[in-house]
C-alpha cells in the first residue's frame, strides 16, 4: 500500500515523502516477512472492490490521512490496479494514488507486489482473511513495521477487531502502535 501522489494540484513536501518512501522499500524484500505466511486459497475475483483502511502502522506516505481506502481492479493482463484514496485535513483536500500490484508466484497464493513508482516494488501479504465472504482482511508489507487492517465496511465488529488484534500481536507486530483511522466523510 505504499503511495505516490496523483492529483490535479501538485504537493512537493507529499511527493518527496512518498518518493522517498518508495525508494526505501525498493530494497525492500517483495516476500512476506519470516514467520508469516500469505493466505491460501486466494481469489483476486473476490478481492477486487473497495476496502477501507480500518488501521494502520505510521508511515510518512499516509501521515494525517483520514477516510483512507484503497480500490483493487484486476486487469486484462493479470496486474491489479491499485487505487488508494484518503483526506489531507490539513490541505482540505483529497490524496490519491494510483498503482499497479503482481502476484509473486502462485495467483491462489495472496502474495503480491505492488509499484505506484515506476521499477519500486513492495511486498503486500494478505496474512489474514474472511474467507468465507471476503468482508476484512489484514496485510502486511515486507516487515512487520508495514501492517494495514481492511474491511468492506467503515467499522469493524469488535469480535473481529479483537480477533485480528490477537494474530497480529501473536506474529510479532506491535499493534499499541496501531492508528485507527477515522471514517467519518463520504467519498469527494
Same mark, same amino acid.
Given at each position: 500500500? +505504499? ?17 522517498? /518512501? ?26 477486487? #472492490? ?7 502502522? !505510521? ?37 490519491? /494514488? ?6 509473486? #508466484? !502462485? ?64 506474529? #510479532?507486530?506491535? +499493534? ?7 471514517? +467519518?466523510?463520504?467519498?469527494?
Amino acid at each position: 500500500m +505504499t503511495r505516490t501522489l496523483r492529483r490535479a494540484a501538485p504537493s512537493l513536501s507529499l511527493a518527496t515523502l512518498l518518493i522517498a /518512501a518508495l525508494l526505501g522499500l525498493s530494497a525492500c524484500s517483495t516476500t512476506a516477512p519470516e514467520g508469516i505466511a500469505a493466505v491460501t486459497p486466494f481469489d483476486i475475483e473476490r478481492y477486487q #472492490g473497495k476496502w477501507y483502511e480500518i488501521a494502520r502502522l !505510521d508511515h510518512s506516505f499516509e501521515r494525517g490521512l483520514s477516510d483512507v481506502s484503497a480500490s483493487y481492479r484486476q486487469q486484462p493482463d493479470g496486474s491489479v490496479e491499485v487505487i488508494n484514496r484518503g483526506y489531507d485535513s490539513k490541505r482540505n483536500d483529497w490524496r490519491q /494514488a494510483l498503482g499497479r500490484a503482481l502476484f509473486t #508466484g !502462485d495467483t491462489n497464493r495472496a502474495s503480491l507486489k505492488v509499484s505506484f513508482f515506476g521499477p519500486f516494488y513492495g511486498g503486500y501479504h494478505v496474512m489474514a482473511l474472511d474467507q468465507q465472504n471476503y468482508q476484512w482482511a489484514m496485510v502486511v508489507g515486507p516487515d512487520r513495521d508495514y501492517l494495514w487492517i481492511l474491511a468492506r465496511e467503515k467499522r469493524l465488529p469488535e469480535a473481529v477487531r479483537a480477533h485480528l488484534l490477537r494474530e497480529a500481536g501473536a506474529a #510479532g507486530i506491535d +499493534t499499541q502502535k496501531l492508528i485507527w483511522v477515522e471514517q +467519518t466523510r463520504t467519498d469527494g
